[in-house]
């Protein structure tokens, strides 16, 4: 089992749905995504906390064994994001960002932790994901996350890091937004151009679409997955990030990074969100076991699984 080094936010959020309200409850790209991740491998987390981060959050992390060597306590307030959802719960509307501690982070990678295989670099700048790249040795794979706040403001920067990494997960929004261009395989051959050689679109409900360029095929690959069918709802925040923690985390766990793997880490990766999603912050994710994703996963092999047509003559 190879082990992940993952760099990104550790939040505190404050989010409503239309069906309830939390306030300061833990999130952060860093945290749904190593929570995720270490239900397949062993997951190396560097990020910064203020003073206030409370002992119970970081027993958290320690419950699921993930390594805090990397975790900086800084003097000052944790990053702090507030966002609402309507019954479009794909659409998150974002109504404060504190960076805090943030503003001043410089992730340092501990020496021990250099020589990952696998990165994920979470959303955060894109000038401090390349300041990760630049410390570590040779991971056999880059996966990158970010959002319309940094496609926004830093859009040259973050070109400069899409040419480094291998994979990008993002949702179909910042896809268009990233590619200027409103047709998703146009604008997934256009990143694909910048340097990775997969892009993961995230979807919401309606699944992920994974784009692979094979070169020198000129042709993408597609795959596509639907979103589990859920009935009960609560909060997706997070849910991007818990997708990337199983779909790396999965990666990882077997250490391949070839299609096949891809596709079965997208179905682990969606496993992931589909838990996350029924309740709020981390509340899912810290009860969930190693059997019900198990379960999940044959029910998403289930859910999609079709005959084909030479088998009915
Ligand atoms: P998602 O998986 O996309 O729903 O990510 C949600 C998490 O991203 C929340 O827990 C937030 O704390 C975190 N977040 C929101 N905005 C930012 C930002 N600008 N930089 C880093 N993390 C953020």
Not at 168 to 193: C, H
Not at 298 to 306: G, I, Q, V
Request: charged fraction near 25%; hydrophobic fraction near 40%.
């Amino acid at each position: 089992m190879a082990s992940i080094l993952v760099v990104g936010s550790v939040a505190y959020d404050s989010v409503e749905t239309p069906f309830g309200k939390v306030d300061h409850a833990l999130g952060g790209s860093a945290t749904f995504f190593s929570v995720a991740a270490s239900f397949f491998a062993e997951v190396k987390l560097v990020a910064c906390v203020g003073g206030d981060f409370s002992q119970d959050d970081l027993k958290l992390f320690q419950s699921r064994n993930i390594d805090l060597t990397g975790l900086q306590r800084v003097d000052g307030k944790t990053f702090r994001w507030s966002g609402r959802y309507g019954y479009d719960l794909n659409d998150a509307e974002t109504l404060d960002t504190q960076l805090n501690v943030f503003a001043d982070f410089h992730p340092q990678i501990p020496e021990a932790h250099r020589d990952c295989d696998y990165v994920f670099l979470g959303n955060i700048d894109p000038a401090l994901q390349r300041q990760v790249l630049s410390q570590v040795k040779s991971p056999k794979l880059i996966v990158l996350d970010t959002m319309n706040f940094w496609i926004s403001g830093t859009y040259k920067s973050l070109k400069q890091t899409l040419a480094l990494v291998n994979v990008l997960v993002i949702n179909d929004a910042e896809t268009r937004q990233l590619a200027q261009e409103p047709n998703l395989v146009k604008a997934a051959r256009k990143i694909l151009s910048w340097g990775p050689h997969t892009l993961v679109i995230k979807r919401g409900e309606y699944g992920v679409l994974m784009f692979q360029k094979n070169s020198p095929d000129p042709e993408l690959s597609a795959f596509g997955v639907p979103g589990y069918p859920l009935e009960e709802v609560f909060d997706p925040t997070g849910a991007g990030d818990s997708f990337a923690g199983g779909f790396v985390g999965y990666l990882a766990g077997v250490d391949r990074q070839d299609t096949r793997a891809m596709r079965q880490a997208i179905i682990f990766g969606s496993v992931m969100a589909s838990f996350n999603v029924e309740k709020f912050s981390l509340n899912r994710l810290k009860e969930l076991t190693f059997t019900e994703v198990g379960l999940r996963y044959k029910e998403f092999r289930r859910l999609t699984h079709f005959d084909d047509l030479e088998e009915e003559y």
